[in-house]
């Protein structure tokens, strides 16, 4: 079991908060995503990366993925700098996954899979802006 002080753990914050912000524009259905990225998230690092529950983990982290790539798809014509933005996101996002190794990796995966939770919750909430403003908002 890990600390809750221990940045793997209290980094899984930033889902929290894309959680609350679906919630509170009445996303509902990435909300309950975000939720489930948060709660297995959390779950997976207290436990200390039990090999039993990591798909918890990682169904939503690959979902956030496909979503991401959806969102470029999306403000493609629309937005170019959120397309932009979502690009150089989902390149840092891999870039952040792949240098940080597995657990087994120590200090270098605590370190960069801290800057991963961090990024992968501003990719959740840009996803929200985008649900939000781009795709609701057809005419």
Not at 34 to 51: M, R, V, W
Not at 62 to 82: D, G, P, Q, T, V
Not at 121 to 137: A, Q
């Amino acid at each position: 079991m890990r600390n809750i002080r221990d940045p793997l753990v209290w980094s899984n914050v930033v889902y929290g908060l894309a959680t609350l912000d679906a919630w509170y524009n009445g996303q509902k259905e990435l909300m309950k995503l975000e939720g489930n990225a948060f709660i297995g998230s959390l779950l997976y690092h207290i436990s200390g990366e039990n090999k039993r529950i990591y798909m918890v983990d990682y169904i939503p982290a690959f979902y956030m993925a496909i979503k991401i790539i959806k969102s470029m798809n999306k403000c493609r014509e629309k937005n170019k700098i959120l397309f932009i933005y979502n690009a150089i996101h989902l390149y840092i996002s891999l870039y952040v996954l792949n240098k940080g190794g597995y657990p087994c990796c120590g200090m270098r995966y605590k370190k960069y899979h801290t800057m991963w939770h961090i990024i992968g919750g501003l990719g959740w909430l840009s996803v929200n802006y985008t649900n939000r403003n781009l795709i609701k908002n057809r005419t």
